[in-house]
Structure formats: structure tokens, C-alpha cells
Nanobody, 115 residues
Framework: QVQLVESGGGLVQAGGSLRLSCAAS????????MGWYRQAPGKQRELVAQ???????NYVDSVKGRFTISRDNGKNTVYLQMNSLKPEDTAVYYC?????????WGQGTQVTVSS
């Protein structure tokens, strides 16, 4: 059983910053991929950023240079530092853990960026 607990969402003005955290507990494999997806109203869920095992990262083009994903393997926690936020970043952000044969999701945290 794996549980993902997210925190750090909220309301921020355009140009501001937020840091999301996601702590994983349970049967966590050493080799896995953790990441963040988001879903805005009326849109499909999209990958924002992911980090594979220790250091390989991927970002959607729209957040490159503004968002940074990192992880603390000792704490099984992944972070998403979001800077220079824009109104179009408004969405529910979901933590994601990919392990062999199984994918897990967090409950989601709302990020709202006002103009």
C-alpha cells in the first residue's frame, strides 16, 4: 500500500512563488519516477515535471525556467518549486509515483494564480 500526501498549494498573485511537497509512504521502491501533473477546469490532466530515481528531470515547455522539481530520497518526498507564476498555471496539481506495474496518485492540491 502506498500513500501520497501533498501540501503547499494556495492562492498567489501573478509573479509570486509557491512550493509544493509530496510525501510518499508505504512500499516505495528504490528505483521509481515521481512527478507532478496538473488539471485546469475543462482541460485534460498534463505532465508538469518529473524526476527519475535521483536526478533525471523532464518539464513541460510552458514551465521550463520557472519551475524546479527535486526529491529527497531519504524522506521519499518530491518538491515542486514554482516561481514567476502566471494565471495560466492555475490548476489542481497532483503528485504521481510510478513504480514497476503500478502508478499512484495524490489527492490533489489547488494552485490559484490571480492576475
Amino acid at each position: 500500500q502506498v500513500q501520497l500526501v501533498e501540501s503547499g498549494g494556495g492562492l498567489v498573485q501573478a509573479g509570486g512563488s509557491l512550493r509544493l511537497s509530496c510525501a510518499a509512504s508505504g512500499s516505495i521502491f528504490r528505483i521509481n519516477t515521481m512527478g507532478w501533473y496538473r488539471q485546469a477546469p475543462g482541460k485534460q490532466r498534463e505532465l508538469v515535471a518529473q524526476i527519475i530515481s535521483t536526478s533525471t528531470t523532464n518539464y513541460v515547455d510552458s514551465v521550463k525556467g520557472r519551475f524546479t522539481i527535486s526529491r529527497d530520497n531519504g524522506k521519499n518526498t518530491v518538491y515542486l518549486q514554482m516561481n514567476s507564476l502566471k494565471p495560466e498555471d492555475t490548476a489542481v496539481y497532483y503528485c504521481n509515483l510510478q513504480q514497476p506495474s503500478r502508478i499512484y496518485w495524490g489527492q490533489g492540491t489547488q494552485v490559484t494564480v490571480s492576475s
